[in-house]
């Protein structure tokens, strides 16, 4: 089954580092570009972070400097490693494989069910 | 604030035709293509339309998209409950080389 599943989401305090995994599978994963997506409770979309198949990375400027995306195809695995975490992070987190050969042209056609990470003391 | 503006809310009979609009600029919409996402309540997004007006397989040709300058449009002909969900347009922006969304619209299917 073509499915990806998040993991590694909980409850953080403000300052404080967690890092996500996402796991796919039943597709050729270093094949996609591969992306984060976040919803906070109630709200829209926004997306976090792009890899490439080549490992080329690209941020938002609201995460650029404190989050980090990485993939080890080998595993068939996504991460995001994020630190310096604020109460304005929390959300769903999704993970998404990519359509598009340039960045104007992606698109995201398979999400996973997301993890939820809450920043608070 | 989201980049690119979503009515928050839309609603119609079943049968009935909708239409949600999502307006932006010349560094996102009036650029680039635009994509739509439906998200039923408790589940993760779903890809409707991509490059401004293509389905993927398996979504109905009820769902149909189009661009003109700045602004899209999402159209639901012959609604039905089970289209009852939030839906997202999103885009490329130049500006701030990102993709940007919508602030989601609801649809009630009264």
């Known amino acids: 089954e073509v499915q990806l599943v998040e993991s590694g989401g909980g409850l953080v305090q403000p300052g404080g580092s967690l890092r996500l995994s996402c796991a796919a599978s039943?597709?050729?994963?270093?094949?996609?570009?591969m992306h984060w997506v976040r919803q906070a409770t109630g709200k829209g979309l926004e997306w976090v972070s792009a890899?490439?198949?080549?490992?080329?990375?690209y941020y938002p400027g609201s995460v650029k400097g404190r989050f980090t995306i990485s993939r080890e195809n080998a595993k068939n695995s996504l991460y995001l490693q994020m630190n310096s975490l604020r109460a304005g992070d929390t959300a769903v987190y999704y993970c998404a494989r990519v359509r598009g050969a340039a960045a104007d042209l992606w698109y995201f056609d398979l999400w996973g069910r997301g993890t939820l990470v809450t920043v608070s003391s | 604030q989201s980049v690119l503006t979503q009515p928050p809310s839309a609603s119609g009979t079943p049968g009935q035709r909708v239409t949600i609009s999502c307006s932006g600029s010349s560094s996102n919409i009036g650029s680039n293509y635009v994509y739509w996402y439906q998200q039923l309540p408790g589940t993760a997004p779903k890809l409707l339309i991509y490059?401004?007006?293509q389905r993927p397989s398996g979504v109905p040709d009820r769902f149909s998209g189009s661009k003109s300058g700045t602004s899209a449009s999402l159209a639901i002909s012959g609604l039905r409950s089970e289209d009852e969900a939030d839906y997202y347009c999103?885009?490329?922006?130049?500006?701030?080389?990102?993709?940007?969304f919508g602030g989601g619209t609801k649809l009630t299917v009264l």
């Open positions: 999103a885009a490329w922006d130049d500006s701030l080389s990102a993709v940007v």
């Open positions: 490059r401004n007006n």
């Open positions: 039943g597709f050729t994963f270093s094949s996609y570009d």
């Open positions: 890899i490439g198949t080549a490992g080329d990375t």
